[in-house]
Every structure is written in structure tokens, then in C-alpha cells.
């Protein structure tokens, strides 16, 4: 491992490894596609995506093809869910701390964001019952597989207690899933989509298992709730973008998706369990969550310590950080730091971790 004293080591956006992205068969797949698909993949096609991908996904998450619907991306599809569930002053809930462009499309629309508090193992029940005798939100959104920022997975006793939450007070659930496939130990715990598929909209994507420069996420809610979504793709786009569709069809039907996603967890488990040895090593007094899959690693800074001054002056110390504010709907969170590992060697994490200790300890109160 080779670092230069003066290269900066980022801890900032979750994004894949660059060597993770599948790039020599994305390109055999692309010519592929191209050649035998090519007169429909650059025509206008159907509102709700390339239809083979459709019937693969439906087919992947046993759902009926009219239950998928594809778009640019799965945060577009916050945007949708935003535009037809959510009206200006409506009540809706997430994580505190949560995916920070989540809370920005909440909040975009004027929705008045409440976050429940996240504990290791998920929210905390109690907090979540009593909000809930003084607000039924319209929606809740969750990230209950390797949570962005903190890594958490909710267990299934609290996605049991979440779910018939949902039954007895009529909310929807959002559920957000693009790392639940990036399991490096344990076993998988069911999805809510699968404990009340009547209650919940669960969005996925390929970013994070094939490539986010497609731009393919996919959302599978209830029958009853499907036709605003395709008929809102059709009149916001006509329809998404088919050329990346065809080429992450391509990938699937060639079945090489189960496997790249099997390399993914060995190149990225040691990463994880290399910032977790790292953080044990250097850094005394803060606290962090286990996680066991995902892009993140989150840690709590001690009271004492300026956070604020941490952030904005780590590239002195040859690191950058994430403002951890934009976290937490009421902008809380100045000690809050995710430590996405996937993009970074065990090298660069063992020093970048290193460099972070450094930038802490010189910012006491
Ligand atoms: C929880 C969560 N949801 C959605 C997204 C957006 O992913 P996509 O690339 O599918 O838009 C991300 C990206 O980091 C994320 O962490």
C-alpha cells in the first residue's frame, strides 16, 4: 500500500469500488443487446420499463409483472413517491439519522419530516408507538437492510413490530433496499415487503450490484397503488431510459448477476472488517454500530469533541467527510461521521482512519 503523504483519502459518497464495476462484460453485454435488441432498445418503448427486465425482476421477487415498475434510478422513484403520497404538511417518518436525499425529497414537498430514533438493532418501538398516538404519518420510510449513513439492520423482531404497526394504524411503508443483496456475515432476515406486502412500496436498484451509471432502479408495491406510478412515469418521462435496461437484461439473463454480486461481497467484506479493526485500534470514546454488509460505518463522536471543527478542517489532516448534519431532519448531527468503506483499499482505510484519529484528538472542547 502506497499512499502519498499529500493524496487525500475520502470518506464521503457511498459509491462503488472502481473495480467493481463488471466492465469488460457490461461492454459484451452492451454489444449484445445492441445488435439483437437494438431496434427496440433506441425506439419509444412501454411507460414502465424494457419488459423482459420487468418480467425478470417479477419473476427474481415474485411479483406480477404489473407490481414492477422501472426508473431512472430509485432515487427518482423517492421523487414519485413523494409527488403522489405525500401532500405538503403531511406527517412522515424515517430513521433519525436517515439517507440525507431522502429527507431532502420529504422535505422538498413541505412534509413534515419526524425521525424516530435508531438504535443497533433498528428504531426504537417505544419512541415509534408514542409518535404514532400523536401522528399517523402518510408514510414511513426505511432502510432496514445496512442502513445509509449508519449500517444498522433493523432485526426481525422490530420489523414484525414495525409491520403490525402499519396493519393497525393504516400507514404505508417505503421500503428502501439497494444493499440488502451486500450480506458479508449472518443470515438474511425477511423483507417487510414480504411481512405485509399489502402495506409496503419497496424500491430497489442496480447501483450498488452492477453499476450506478446505468441509473436502473426498480419499485415493487401492492396491485392497487400501481397504476398511479406507471401512469405517473409515462407522463414525467413517457418512459425510462431503455439502452442501460437492455444491457442489465442482457446481464441478468446471461445469469451473471448472482456471481458479480458474489465477487463484490469478497472484495468488500475485508474492507468493512478492515475499518472495524481500524476503528478498534485508533479510536477511543466514540461509538460505532457492527454492521454486517453495505457501503457504511458510522460513529458517534464523544461530547467533547468539536465536530464541526473536525469536518472542516480534515483536509488538513489529508481526509474529507460528509457533513453529517444533513443526516438528521433538524440538522442535529455535527458529531455524526459515515465512513463509507467499499471505495477505499484496507490500506487507504488502516490510514485513513489513521488520519482521522489525528484530526479528533486536536479538536477537543
Ligand atoms: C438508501 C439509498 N436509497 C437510494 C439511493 C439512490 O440510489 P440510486 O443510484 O438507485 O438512485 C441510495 C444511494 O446511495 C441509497 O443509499
Not at 502506497?2 to 457511498?14: H, K, P, Q, S, V
Not at 450480506?183 to 402495506?199: A, H, Q, S, V
Not at 445469469?255 to 461481497?265: A, C, M, Q, S
Not at 443526516?327 to 490510514?351: H, K, M, Q, Y
Request: with cysteine; proline share 6%.
Amino acid at each position: 500500500m502506497n499512499i502519498e503523504a499529500g493524496e487525500l483519502i475520502f470518506f464521503t459518497r457511498g459509491n462503488p469500488a472502481e473495480e467493481a464495476l463488471p466492465l469488460l462484460e457490461i461492454i459484451d453485454c452492451a454489444n449484445a443487446v445492441f445488435q439483437n435488441e437494438g431496434k427496440v432498445l433506441f425506439q419509444y418503448g412501454h411507460y414502465s420499463g424494457y419488459t423482459p427486465l420487468r418480467e425478470w425482476i417479477a419473476e427474481r421477487f415474485n411479483v406480477k409483472i404489473d407490481q414492477v415498475l422501472i426508473g431512472n434510478s430509485s432515487m427518482e422513484f423517492l421523487t414519485f413517491i413523494g409527488a403522489l403520497m405525500v401532500n405538503k404538511g403531511d406527517t412522515v417518518y424515517l430513521e433519525y439519522p436517515s439517507y440525507d436525499r431522502a429527507i431532502t425529497a420529504m422535505k422538498r414537498i413541505g412534509a413534515n419530516v419526524v425521525g424516530i430514533p435508531l438504535e443497533l438493532d433498528g428504531v426504537n418501538i417505544e419512541r415509534l408507538k408514542k409518535e404514532l398516538k400523536s401522528s399517523v404519518p402518510r408514510l414511513f420510510y426505511i432502510i432496514p437492510d445496512f442502513q445509509n449513513p449508519s449500517g444498522v439492520t433493523t432485526s426481525l423482531e422490530k420489523r414484525k413490530e414495525i409491520a403490525h404497526l402499519a396493519q393497525q394504524y393504516g400507514f404505508l411503508v417505503i421500503e428502501d433496499g439497494p444493499y440488502r443483496y451486500l450480506r458479508y456475515r449472518g443470515e438474511d432476515i425477511p423483507t417487510l415487503k414480504e411481512l405485509i406486502p399489502d402495506k409496503v412500496i419497496h424500491i430497489s436498484s442496480f447501483s450498488k450490484i452492477l453499476s450506478p451509471g446505468l441509473r436502473i432502479g426498480f419499485l415493487m408495491g401492492p396491485a392497487d397503488l400501481m397504476p398511479k406510478f406507471h401512469k405517473w412515469s409515462e407522463d414525467t418521462y413517457i418512459h425510462p431510459a431503455l439502452p442501460t435496461e437492455g444491457i442489465a437484461y442482457e446481464y441478468c439473463r446471461r445469469g451473471l448477476l448472482d456471481p458479480n454480486i458474489e465477487r463484490l461481497k469478497t472484495l468488500y467484506r475485508p474492507r468493512m472488517e478492515a475499518m472495524l479493526e481500524a476503528l478498534d485500534r485508533n479510536l477511543k470514546g466514540a461509538e460505532w454500530g457492527k454492521p454486517d454488509g453495505g457501503f457504511f460505518i458510522s460513529i458517534t463522536l464523544p461530547h467533547n469533541i468539536d465536530g464541526k471543527a473536525v469536518r472542516e478542517n480534515a483536509k488538513n489532516f489529508g481526509i474529507v467527510l460528509t457533513d453529517g448534519r444533513g443526516f438528521f431532519p433538524d440538522w442535529s448531527g455535527e458529531n455524526f461521521v459515515r465512513l463509507p468503506f467499499c471505495a477505499l483499499t484496507p490500506g487507504e482505510i488502516e490510514e485513513g482512519i489513521k488520519r482521522l484519529t489525528k484530526a479528533i484528538e486536536c479538536h477537543k472542547k
